[in-house]
């Protein structure tokens, strides 16, 4: 592994036959490491992009920007976030941890953004665990398994397959889409605030309001909670089916005709490292 302790400078590196570990005040730019990455930020907040990054990505301290694709190992972030993050094609677990957010989840082939104001997953694979304030959630159809959040804002789109849903709310709305047909067992609960679902589900309590009950056989489970907020569970339009597998159609072998070709004597290639 390399080691790096840039001072105050920025840092860019690239086509590394190994990993690296840098220590850094300034900006930093990563790009086709073959072996893990380790990053300490000091003094200041900074951007920080990888791209093929062949191993695990860890860093620590303040950043402002942060760009991660492909990602073959875990990412492990602990800091402040002051700007946007984008994450695509991460092959291993991400674990970001704020003041304001922690999320994990089990891999990311999709992408995801976070900012101020929005938490967005598209494409989660596996378990995902959001906690989160004064932001909204949104997650996309094709996340599997468990899904939980913990939010002052919380929008949960249209969940596919096999999954578990869970979203506590202190102050502000909980909303989740799910299709037409689900088979779901829901339990949500408002303390100040109304239920709202287009499912014919039955709504008890006056101040405080409460609903059990059950869609199809009740398979995936979904709890909502709201204290100062409105539960809405939407009925969405469905998921798209699969596009079928194209067949493929190989044509029959022609000999080609033979060719007269000079004899080479030598060739030239020009390779460029990708920045």
């Known amino acids: ?101 922690d999320l994990e989840l089990a891999e990311l082939p999709g992408d995801m953004t976070l900012d101020s104001d929005d938490l967005r997953v598209n494409e989660a694979k596996g378990s995902l665990h959001i906690t989160t304030r004064s932001k909204d959630i949104d997650l996309n159809q094709n996340l599997r398994r468990q899904l939980r959040g913990n939010t002052q804002r919380t929008h949960l789109v249209e969940p596919a397959g096999t999954y578990g849903v869970e979203a506590k709310n202190d102050k502000g709305d909980v909303e989740l889409t799910l299709p037409p047909n689900p088979s779901a067992s829901i339990n949500a609960r408002t303390h100040n605030g109304d239920i709202v679902t287009d499912f014919g589900l039955p709504i008890s309590g006056d101040e405080s309001k409460s609903l059990n009950g059950k869609i199809g056989a009740g398979t995936a489970r979904v709890v909502l909670s709201a204290e100062d907020g409105d539960v809405r569970i939407k009925k969405g339009s469905g998921f798209p089916p699969e596009p079928p597998t194209p067949s493929i159609v190989v044509p029959p072998q022609h000999k080609p005709p033979m060719l007269n070709v000079p004899p080479t004597t030598g060739f030239r290639t020009s390779l460029k490292r990708p920045t």
């Open 1 to 101: 592994m390399v080691t790096v302790d840039a001072g105050k400078g920025d840092v860019t590196a690239a086509g590394l036959g190994a990993g690296i570990h840098v220590t850094v005040s300034g900006d930093l730019r990563l790009n086709s490491m073959s072996g893990p990455v380790e990053a300490h930020f000091s003094r200041g907040n900074h951007d920080f992009s990888a791209h093929d990054i062949q191993g695990d990505l860890t860093t620590d301290g303040d950043l402002n920007d942060i760009t991660f694709s492909e990602i073959k190992g875990k990412v492990t972030q602990n800091g402040e976030i002051l700007g946007d993050v984008h994450l695509e094609t991460i092959h291993g677990p991400v674990h970001l941890h704020t003041s304001v957010t």
